[in-house]
């Protein structure tokens, strides 16, 4: 980590995350009486690049409220998940305490988790809005690595940078392809969900090229496995732009073939 400013950065978009929670958690779109009756928030991108969990150990990074930590340790995973917001930890735990199961939850920022112990695991994973929040691929990407035990894999899927290049309600492009390093600062109302209408926040986020991220992953010393694209959003997340595809969403007037997704995976050299 270079910037010593960013801590005001994290301090200002964790406090927007533990006000964002309880809003997420109340929405429809979180569901989370329906996540209870059944507990699966994985989409099938994720699902087929993860395969067979049993008997695996997965560390999930940047977890929100453990919907998909949960998911994954109903797959079979021993599941720990990260959040750098004391609100989302509070209430993976109770939904964690509430369906029986197994995971463990710590309240981190990504980048400290080296002082949490938990050693090695199998798999590390992270998904959809994830490293929009960190500055420091590189540094990320090394903890990673540190992170999983030889052979391990990394997984994430997440939104695809062209897709933040662009204001989603009109198509067009409003931000940079990567700003490196460099915030970006935003004044918003509302959130994603449903519910947060009278949320007013100051927000700071980062924009990372395709060629970043891959580079960091291949400087930390992970291994490319695959690289995958989708013309489609499994969340609809675009207001009055949105339609409706056979797979999910995606945005009016942009070619079928735009991305809105990427998947990558990754390994850790035996």
């Given at each position: 980590m270079?910037?010593s400013?960013w801590?005001?950065?994290f301090?200002a978009?964790?406090k927007?995350?533990d006000?964002k929670?309880?809003?997420?958690?109340?929405?429809?779109?979180y569901d989370?009486?329906g996540f209870?009756k059944?507990?699966?928030?994985?989409?099938?991108?994720?699902?087929?690049?993860?395969g067979?969990?049993h008997h695996q150990?997965i560390?999930?990074?940047?977890c929100?409220?453990?919907?998909?930590?949960?998911?994954?340790?109903?797959?079979g995973a021993?599941?720990?998940?990260?959040?750098?917001?004391s609100?989302?930890?509070?209430?993976?735990?109770?939904?964690?305490e509430?369906?029986?199961?197994?995971?463990?939850?710590?309240?981190?920022?990504?980048?400290?988790?080296?002082?949490l112990?938990?050693?090695?695991?199998?798999?590390v994973?992270?998904?959809?809005?994830?490293i929009?929040?960190?500055?420091?691929?590189?540094?990320?990407?090394?903890?990673?690595?540190n992170?999983?035990k030889p052979?391990g894999?990394?997984?994430?899927v997440?939104?695809?940078?062209?897709?933040?290049?662009l204001?989603?309600t009109?198509?067009?492009?409003?931000?940079?392809?990567d700003t490196?390093?460099?915030?970006?600062?935003e004044?918003?109302?509302?959130?994603?969900?449903?519910?947060?209408e009278?949320?007013?926040?100051?927000?700071?986020?980062?924009?990372h090229?395709?060629s970043?991220?891959?580079?960091?992953?291949?400087k930390?010393g992970?291994?490319l496995?695959s690289l995958?694209?989708?013309?489609y959003?499994p969340y609809?997340?675009?207001?009055?732009?949105?339609i409706a595809t056979?797979s999910g969403?995606?945005?009016?007037n942009?070619p079928?073939?735009f991305?809105?997704?990427?998947?990558i995976?990754?390994?850790?050299?035996l």
């Amino acid at each position: 980590m270079e910037n010593s400013n960013w801590s005001s950065y994290f301090d200002a978009n964790q406090k927007l995350w533990d006000a964002k929670t309880p809003i997420h958690w109340a929405s429809s779109f979180y569901d989370v009486e329906g996540f209870i009756k059944k507990p699966n928030s994985l989409n099938s991108i994720e699902t087929k690049l993860l395969g067979d969990l049993h008997h695996q150990s997965i560390l999930h990074l940047q977890c929100h409220f453990g919907q998909d930590t949960i998911s994954l340790a109903k797959l079979g995973a021993k599941a720990v998940g990260i959040d750098f917001s004391s609100e989302a930890i509070d209430h993976a735990r109770k939904l964690n305490e509430e369906l029986g199961t197994d995971c463990t939850f710590f309240e981190s920022n990504v980048y400290n988790i080296a002082s949490l112990g938990l050693g090695q695991f199998d798999w590390v994973f992270t998904s959809y809005g994830s490293i929009c929040w960190l500055p420091d691929l590189e540094t990320w990407a090394r903890i990673i690595f540190n992170h999983l035990k030889p052979g391990g894999k990394f997984l994430i899927v997440d939104l695809h940078p062209l897709l933040h290049l662009l204001d989603w309600t009109t198509a067009q492009i409003a931000y940079e392809y990567d700003t490196y390093g460099q915030p970006i600062r935003e004044e918003n109302q509302g959130t994603y969900t449903d519910g947060g209408e009278c949320l007013k926040s100051v927000e700071y986020f980062w924009n990372h090229s395709m060629s970043s991220l891959i580079s960091a992953l291949l400087k930390s010393g992970l291994i490319l496995e695959s690289l995958d694209e989708f013309n489609y959003c499994p969340y609809d997340l675009f207001g009055d732009g949105s339609i409706a595809t056979e797979s999910g969403f995606a945005i009016k007037n942009l070619p079928k073939s735009f991305p809105y997704v990427y998947a990558i995976a990754c390994t850790k050299p035996l």
